[in-house]
């Protein structure tokens, strides 16, 4: 679904409240903006996590031993640190 959204002159954006309630947004509630080539995306902090771990499942699914630790210590070796 599209909305036409105002810009205020101090540069506040206000979401239509039908939005804000399928979102689970209440007064104060926050979302993340992410810049990219096609325009703006906004996600809540709950769809910002499930984001990052779909995408981190993306590229170590393969892999069940996947970890930062054992990324970093890999990322040590090769430098040979």
């Known amino acids: 679904m599209t909305y ?9 954006i206000v979401l239509p409240a039908d939005v804000r309630r399928r979102m689970g947004l209440s007064e104060g509630g926050a ?23 779909a995408l981190a499942r993306r590229y170590t699914s393969d892999n ?7 990324f970093l210590a890999n990322r040590r070796k090769e430098s040979g640190e």
Not at 46 to 52: I, R
Not at 64 to 70: D, N, R, W
């Open 31 to 53: 979302l993340l903006a992410e810049e990219t080539p096609d325009g703006l995306i906004l996600r809540t902090v709950e769809q910002t996590v499930a984001h990052a771990q």
């Open 64 to 70: 069940p031993e996947a970890s930062v630790e054992t």
């Open 4 to 12: 036409h959204l105002n810009v205020a002159a101090n540069g506040r």
